[in-house]
């Protein structure tokens, strides 16, 4: 069984400031690793799949890194939306099993 | 575009039977994997198992098997989750998500709030 773990759990942010969130998963996955954010009272969203590839109408201030086992989302400049949850995903085993997310808050 | 509409938020006793849905529109509903994926404050986003409407092939997590069934109707292009006997344990939030293949989640329904009490 492979684990996700996220951190940190919080991160306060300014906006207009760069956040760094980091998901590290208990054996090598390669690039299948997913990225979704959740805003309040929402369903979650996909940012990134294969680890760095933007999903479909994603701005360009999100970016994901890494593989094997270490992954970074970046968001380059917080926009005041960007405040939410924030969930890795992996699928390179079955069945695919989430990180128990990142909360970026404004600080 | 493409939607996933599920059915509205459910309050149910202890050992009662529900089922809930998730309607599809905007794509071929019959050639894309639906997933259900279980949220709760205490175990976070858990994927609870897959269908794939065109031949009902239907895959379940572990943790699941045999305590829901999947289920999918292509002429309303609709999936369905459904408990023969509710715990309170299943009190949670719960997607629909089309899933691509085994990989990942790119659309997703807004969710269906199941609240178990007795």
């Known amino acids: 069984e492979i684990v996700m773990t996220q951190s940190p759990a919080t991160l306060s942010v300014s906006p207009g400031e760069r956040a760094t969130l980091s998901c590290r998963a208990s054996?090598?996955?390669?690039?299948?690793l997913a990225w979704y954010q959740q805003s309040p009272g929402q369903a979650p969203r996909l940012l990134i799949s294969?680890?760095?590839t933007r999903a479909t109408g994603i701005p360009a201030r999100f970016s994901g890194s890494g593989s094997g086992t270490d992954f970074t989302l970046t968001i380059s400049s917080l926009q005041s939306e960007d405040f939410a949850i924030y969930y890795c995903q992996q699928y390179d085993d079955w069945p695919p099993r989430f990180g128990q997310g990142t909360k970026v808050e404004i600080k | 575009e493409v939607q996933l509409v599920q059915s509205g938020a459910e309050v149910r006793k202890p050992g009662e039977p529900l089922k809930i849905s998730c309607k599809v529109s905007g794509y071929s509903f019959s050639t894309y994997w639906i997933a259900w994926v279980r949220q709760t404050p205490g175990k976070g986003l858990e994927w609870m198992g897959i269908?794939?409407?065109?031949?009902?092939?239907?895959r379940y997590s572990p943790s699941f098997l045999g305590q829901v069934t999947i289920s999918a109707d292509k002429s309303i292009s609709t999936a369905y989750l459904q408990w023969s006997s509710l715990k309170a344990s299943d009190t949670a939030i719960y997607y629909c998500?089309?899933?691509?293949?085994?990989?990942?989640?790119?659309?997703w329904g807004q969710g269906t709030l199941i609240t178990v009490s007795s």
């Open positions: 998500a089309r899933q691509w293949g085994s990989t990942w989640f790119d659309y």
């Open positions: 269908i794939y409407p065109g031949d009902s092939d239907t």
């Open positions: 294969g680890a760095s």
């Open positions: 054996q090598s996955i390669s690039s299948n």
